[in-house]
């Protein structure tokens, strides 16, 4: 009974959540809340319930979290300070020739790199390449967030492809070759619901297509720098733990030698670059998840499905995305799923419903207020977080259509 009780919770949480935040509310304190009200209804000892709130906020996911987003609005102020932005943002226009693909381009890039709350990364450069639809907030968080993931979190660097390969024995690339299909089918739905809304603004270049893309690749050097170095960390195992971190903090000091900072400019940055508000989000989210996963609610959804014998391939679609609800991450939804899946049968003998099982997670990892990057993208646009997720849970039930059929089909 247990397992129907807290299952209808964690739904009444997910569908409460979404109609908060289309009020308005906070999404940190709303996270907040949340765990309280998971804590009571778990019956979780109140030093134990403590215990969880410490432990999201201090973890090292968490300070990594906030530490990784704090330095990229460091990079950004100087970028956008010294005009590396808007010339990487007008190069870019230049060499594609339209302001709306150049839109859909660049989170798209930035996407290439693994980076928790990544999105926030690009929306400085969405927001030079979409000035004409100044006044369309949520189509822009909506450009923003949907192109940044549309490599589904499969790129050869995400640590969810590289866990999902590993637990299955299917070789990396294999994997992300099949999921192509879905990225490209995913570029179409962005582009006929995000790019296409983008007022189109008309280039005027004299310049030729070398010079606009040796433009772009000067003001883009250090996006590239941060991407090729954790790269090249990536594979020197004393420090490949946190590559990214120093990827990003050792390209500052480049930045200030490059765009001459002086050294009140060094201090009014770092300073004024701390993102408290969205602090209070992540810690909020954070410790949220940790009451989820500590409290056993979590498990109740694996619990429910075994114990209502569901089909094999219903729990291939429903269980990945249940943990991506909760979670908003592909390594937690593969993490909790993916060996549960395995000994229902998912293996790699059938690599095309491997593929539909990890979408059908990645459609929930898009959908939940839990995800980082759509509450950061939202935040930067001064977009409601419920909008922007409402329309983009709208383009994710279009991707349903494929992936279902696979799993009906295959």
């Not at 308005?24 to 778990?42: F, H, K, Q």
């Not at 582009?191 to 809304?197: E, H, N, V, Y």
């Not at 270049?205 to 941060?226: C, T």
């Not at 060996?339 to 990890?358: E, K, M, Q, Y």
Request: some cysteine; overall charge positive; charged content about 10%.
């Amino acid at each position: 009974m247990d397992y129907f009780i807290n299952a209808g919770v964690i739904a009444a949480m997910v569908i409460l959540t979404i109609l908060f935040l289309k009020q308005g509310w906070n999404t940190g304190l709303l996270m907040l809340l949340n765990a309280v009200l998971a804590c009571i209804l778990a019956r979780v000892e109140p030093l134990a319930a403590l215990g969880y709130a410490a432990g999201g906020i201090f973890s090292v996911s968490t300070l990594r979290i906030v530490a990784i987003l704090y330095f990229i609005m460091v990079i950004e102020k100087i970028m956008r300070k010294s005009g590396m932005i808007r010339g990487m943002a007008d190069s870019l226009k230049k060499l594609v020739r339209n302001n709306r693909l150049a839109a859909g381009l660049m989170p798209m890039v930035i996407g290439m790199l693994p980076s928790p709350g990544g999105a926030r990364f690009s929306c400085p450069l969405v927001d030079e390449v979409t000035q004409a639809s100044k006044n369309q907030p949520v189509d822009r968080a909506y450009v923003n967030y949907w192109f940044r993931h549309v490599w589904h979190d499969g790129f050869l660097l995400y640590p969810g492809i590289i866990l999902a390969s590993t637990l299955l024995q299917m070789p990396l690339a294999v994997f992300f070759l099949h999921l192509l299909p879905f990225m490209l089918f995913s570029f179409l739905i962005g582009s006929l619901l995000g790019l296409s809304r983008l007022k189109h603004e008309p280039i005027d270049s004299g310049l030729s297509w070398f010079e606009s893309l040796k433009g772009f690749l000067v003001a883009m050097a250090p996006v590239l720098y941060v991407i090729g170095m954790y790269i090249i960390l990536s594979f020197i195992p004393v420090i490949s733990t946190f590559a990214l971190e120093t990827a990003v903090i050792s390209v500052i000091p480049v930045l200030f030698i490059r765009t001459r900072q002086t050294r009140k400019d060094f201090i009014d940055l770092f300073i004024k670059s701390f993102p408290v508000k969205l602090t209070v989000i992540i810690l909020g989210v954070m410790v949220f998840k940790e009451v989820l996963i500590q409290s056993g609610i979590m498990n109740s959804i694996i619990g429910l499905m075994e114990n209502l014998h569901v089909p094999s391939r219903v729990v291939f679609f429903i269980l990945p995305l249940a943990a991506a609800l909760l979670s908003g991450l592909a390594v937690s939804y593969v993490s909790v799923s993916f060996p549960v899946l395995i000994s229902l049968g998912l293996a790699v003998s059938n690599p095309w419903v491997i593929i539909a099982t990890f979408m059908a997670g990645f459609i929930g990892v898009m959908s939940t207020p839990l995800h980082l990057c759509a509450v950061a993208t939202a935040y930067y646009f001064n977009a409601p977080v419920g909008r922007v997720l409402s329309r983009i849970i709208l383009s994710e039930l279009i991707m349903v259509v494929p992936v279902a059929l696979i799993l009906w089909l295959v």
